[in-house]
Structures are given as structure tokens and as C-alpha cells.
């Protein structure tokens, strides 16, 4: 097969070449100190790649300030722009940004306009060598996929193959694709399918793997373990990106340990025991011992989540030492759970869709997140979503049942499914709000929980 090397900046994505790291500002791009700073602390930390939300021409001016800035700071990082909506913007960022992120579903308003400045971006991007990420997302296709294919894998696949298709149209090579979703099925799914037409293609172009949404904390890093590794394992990706709702920071560690558990692009984990008595669950025994409770989740969520995904598997009891002593039951028990959960086998508690925050967010995200678990955590079978900006947001929780979403500063809309129940509620009361509707909707059985 012909793998396709992407240069963006000083980083090489695909073929042989190293999985490469990736972050995203959460900083407003417009202010151009807090981002620059933050750019610096994510490049000394180990991004490889940083994006920057450009949603408009004035985000573009200061992507441009804010990466000379860098370069005169010596940090080389190269710098990649989130374009949404604006096709103009995009082309406009190609100027400036070592790599464009577009998302098919909204890059314009029809197809035909969609192809002329698909064409026109590309035509920029050979003249700067900048790249573009061609960012397909679960819930935010196009209309014209939907009524065809469906708010599917599938669906993701053949928006991204039109596209990769009017790439080569274009005699345009240095594109790299991702498919993400926040359930973990349809993302591994979606890129399955999409591998699969590379191998009939005879060309693979990189691939950009994440877990939309993932949330936060232990949730957040073992789910995004689970969905990556199940791909890694299978030789397939090659750029990483751990969305998690905290600090942009704190996920360079997490997504570095799992590209280096991966630096060979195979699964190097020896399947243990599995038993089954009759008709009872195939249960993995594994053991495990390691220096600190992160590199266990991580390393335990990379070995087991892709069995459990793919049904290799549907339990495991896990013997654990952290740091030389045994792991406390309760410990082993919450990431088991965690664990099933992630690998969509067993829900124990509510499924979570959290964006990570950028630049579009006008509130703290990270407060209001952990605020909603707290008072939703009864709620078992809910998919409950938290996200930054009425922009994107709608369109990225795919799977919500609920969502609260910010909608300029200190107003929040509170959505069921994809409709906007109640607007412009004051931040201090949204919550309230949220709750008050699931339960109002459970009395009328409007909704009941569903799972998986
Ligand atoms: S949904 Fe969240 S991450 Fe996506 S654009 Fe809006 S604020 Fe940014």
C-alpha cells in the first residue's frame, strides 16, 4: 500500500514515521498573550502539533501574531487552525497555520460551493506546504450523507472518502483524516471502514485518532485509551489527540504514554487467561504491576479496552500492585467499571459527553463539568452532555440524551436530544433547570433511558 508522508511545519504524519502527539488550545485565540503562553507550556510539555480555534478572519490575525511570536521564542511547533463554518476563514488560515482542520459537514453551505473552495484551499495550502485535516465528526455531518448513509460509521467514511476523493482531484496528497465520535464503537468503527477502503485504494493517508468528548479524570483517559488503543492495536493511526475536559497540559502525558505503548503499531500485549464455564462471560484474569495508578489505567485500558470492544472478552478480575502494595479493592473495582463502560459492555452509571473546551468557551467548563456529575450521577442509562459553545456543540453531542450548552457568557441552553428546550437560562440556575426537565420528561415518559 502506498502510505502517504504529510509534512505539516517540522512534523511528519504517517508511513513508518513515529505517532505524533497532539493538543488544542483552550484559551480564546484573540488573546493573544494568554494563548501564546499557553502554546508555549503545551510545546515544553510535548505537543508536537498545537490547534488554535480560528473562527474568523480576526482569529486568523492573531494565529498569525501569536505563531511568530513562538518562532521568536524559538518553540517551532507547528500550528494547525479549527475551522468551522467559514470556507473563506479557512483560506485565510491556510496563510498563516502550518495545518487547516475542516469539518465536511459545515465547510459550506452546498456541495458545489463546498468543491470550488475546497479546491481554492487546496491550491493555497500547495503553495505554503501547509496541510489540511480533513476532521469528519459523529453528529455533525452533512445533511446530504445523513439522508444517505445514515449518522453511521458509515456515513463518517464515505463523507470523508468524497472528500479524500476531490483531493486527489485536485493533485492535492498532504491530507490527514479523522473520524471521531465520542462512543467509542462508532469511532472504531468509522475508522475500520475507512482503513479498509485505503487498503482497496492502495493508498492510506494519516490518520488523526481521537475520542470526541471524553470527559474528564479517570473516565475520560481510560475511554480514550479504550477507543485509541483498539486502533493502534490493529496498526491503524498515526497523529493522537486525548480530548480531555481539564487543562490542555494534562493531556500530553496521557496521550504520550499511549503513543509510545503503540510506538510499534501492534498489539504487544500477550491475551492472558480467558475462561468461560458454559454459557457464563469469557472473563480475562490479568495481574499487573506498576509504579503509580495512572500508568495503570493506562496500561491496563490499552491491554484489555480493545478485547472488550471487539468481544474478545466480557469481564476480567485483575490482581494489581501500584508501587510495591496491592491495590485497594474499591480502586480495582471503580476502573473494572470504567473499563466495561468505555468498551460500551456494562453501564454502571451515566454516560458523559464533555467537550474539552477551546476558544469558543465562555465559561469554566471544567467547574460546571465536574458540577453536573455530581448531581446527574443517579441518573444510570442518561447520556448526559456538557459543551462549551451553541456552535459546534449541538452538533458534536451525536449520542446525548440531554445537554447543557453554553451559549454566550453566563447564558446556557438546555437541550433534549438535539432541540433547544429552554434558552438564554441564567448559568446558576442551567443545572436546575437540566434536572428539572429529565425528571418532568421520565413523569410524562417522553424519554427513557436507553443503553448503549
Ligand atoms: S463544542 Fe466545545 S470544543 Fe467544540 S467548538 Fe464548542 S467549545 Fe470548542
Known amino acids: 500500500m502506498n502510505k502517504i508522508i504529510v509534512k505539516a511545519g517540522n512534523v511528519t504524519f504517517g508511513g513508518d514515521n513515529p505517532i505524533v502527539v497532539q493538543t488544542m488550545c483552550n484559551t480564546p485565540t484573540q488573546d493573544i498573550d494568554a494563548s501564546f503562553e499557553q502554546c508555549m507550556r503545551l510545546s515544553k510539555a510535548g505537543a508536537q502539533l498545537i490547534r488554535l480555534t480560528t473562527q474568523g478572519m480576526k482569529e486568523v490575525a492573531a494565529l498569525k501574531i501569536i505563531k511568530e511570536r513562538l518562532r521568536d521564542a524559538g518553540i517551532e511547533t507547528p500550528l494547525s487552525a479549527d475551522v468551522h463554518f467559514t470556507s473563506d476563514v479557512a483560506i485565510a488560515a491556510a496563510e498563516v497555520a502550518d495545518k487547516v482542520r475542516i469539518n465536511p459537514g459545515n465547510f459550506a453551505r452546498d456541495h458545489e460551493t463546498a468543491r470550488e ?26 445533511e446530504r ?59 492510506a493517508y494519516p490518520l488523526h485518532l481521537g475520542v470526541t468528548e471524553a470527559g474528564n479524570g479517570e473516565s475520560g483517559r481510560i475511554k480514550s485509551a479504550v477507543g485509541l488503543a483498539t486502533l493502534l492495536s490493529d496498526g491503524i493511526g498515526d497523529t493522537i489527540r486525548v480530548s480531555l475536559t481539564e487543562d490542555p497540559q494534562k493531556e500530553i502525558p496521557v496521550a504520550s504514554y499511549i503513543a509510545s505503548y503503540f510506538s510499534d503499531r501492534k498489539r504487544n500485549f500477550i491475551i492472558p487467561n480467558i475462561y468461560r464455564k458454559g454459557s457464563d462471560p469469557a472473563v480475562i484474569e490479568a495481574s499487573y504491576s506498576e509504579p503509580d495508578w495512572q500508568s495503570f489505567i493506562l496500561r491496563a485500558a490499552c491491554d484489555l479496552g480493545p478485547l472488550m470492544l471487539d468481544n474478545i472478552a466480557d469481564d476480567v478480575t485483575l490482581k ?30 451515566p454516560e458523559y459527553i464533555a467537550c474539552p473546551g477551546c476558544g469558543r468557551t465562555l465559561f469554566d ?22 459543551m462549551g459553545c451553541v456552535v459546534n456543540g449541538p452538533g458534536e453531542m451525536a ?39 429529565i425528571e418532568e420528561d421520565a ?3 417522553v424519554f427513557r433511558p436507553r443503553l448503549g
Open 117 to 142: 473552495q475546497f479546491r481554492r484551499l487546496t491550491e493555497v495550502c500547495r503553495e505554503r506546504n501547509c496541510a489540511i485535516r480533513i476532521g469528519v465528526n459523529h453528529g455533525s455531518l452533512g
Open 145 to 203: 450523507i445523513i439522508d444517505k448513509y445514515g449518522d453511521s460509521p458509515l456515513g463518517m467514511k464515505e463523507s470523508a472518502l468524497e472528500w479524500i476523493n476531490m483531493a486527489q482531484e485536485f493533485n492535492f496528497d498532504q491530507i490527514i483524516v479523522s473520524l471521531k465520535a465520542s462512543n467509542t464503537r462508532v469511532m472504531t468503527d468509522a475508522y475500520r471502514l475507512l482503513y479498509k477502503e485505503f487498503e482497496s485504494m492502495g493508498v
Open 365 to 386: 467548563l471544567e467547574t460546571v463539568f465536574e458540577e453536573v456529575k455530581k448531581r446527574t450521577s443517579h441518573l444510570k442509562g442518561y447520556n448526559i452532555a456538557v
Open 443 to 445: 413523569r410524562n415518559k
Open 399 to 437: 449520542d446525548a440524551d440531554y445537554g447543557y450548552v453554553g451559549e454566550g457568557r453566563n447564558k446556557v441552553s438546555i437541550y433534549r436530544g438535539k432541540t433547544p428546550v429552554y434558552r438564554s437560562v441564567p448559568q446558576d440556575e442551567a443545572i436546575d433547570k437540566l434536572l428539572s426537565l
Open 320 to 349: 494489581v500492585t501500584i508501587g510495591g502494595s496491592a491495590a485497594k479493592d474499591e480502586d480495582i473495582s471503580r476502573f473494572r467499571d470504567e473499563l466495561l463502560q468505555a468498551s460500551r459492555r456494562k453501564f454502571t452509571k
